[in-house]
């Protein structure tokens, strides 16, 4: 079992920037592959993107290719996502999730443990 603990979501204009932080316990890091996802009211959870358990292997949502960067660092048991011009369609509560395994997936199903999110709000 892994502890997630999400951290960094705010309130930002449209344009900025934010650098989610999520903080992870219980079983060697390194072992598991880590993503992001998040969810707007009303909508489903969505796959944002996601890490191997090294570190060498990313991949994202069509939705954020080119604004959002994934990475980890084992050394610190940490996996952060730096978004970068900050939509207001991309406000929603961000989930931290970890897989039993270091390989990367892109769908909910795939994911064992999650953290208990962060609200990240973007105005116009």
């Known amino acids: 079992q892994v502890q997630l603990v999400e951290s960094g979501g705010g309130l930002v204009q449209a344009g900025g920037s934010l650098r989610l932080s999520c903080a992870a316990s219980?079983?060697?890091?390194?072992?598991?592959?880590m993503g992001w996802f998040r969810q707007a009211p009303g909508k489903e959870r969505e796959y944002v993107a996601t890490?191997?358990?090294?570190?060498?292997?990313?991949a994202y949502a069509d939705s954020v290719k080119g604004r959002f960067t994934i990475s980890r660092d084992n050394a610190k048991n940490t996996v952060y996502l730096q978004m970068n011009s900050l939509k207001p369609e991309d406000t929603a509560v961000y989930y931290c999730?970890?897989?039993?395994?270091?390989?990367?997936?892109?769908?909910?199903?795939?994911?064992?443990?999650w953290g208990q999110g962060t609200q990240v709000t973007v105005s116009s």
């Open positions: 999730a970890a897989r039993d395994t270091a390989y990367v997936a892109t769908t909910v199903n795939r994911y064992n443990n």
């Open positions: 219980g079983r060697t890091f390194s072992n598991s592959a």
């Open positions: 890490v191997s358990g090294s570190g060498a292997t990313t």
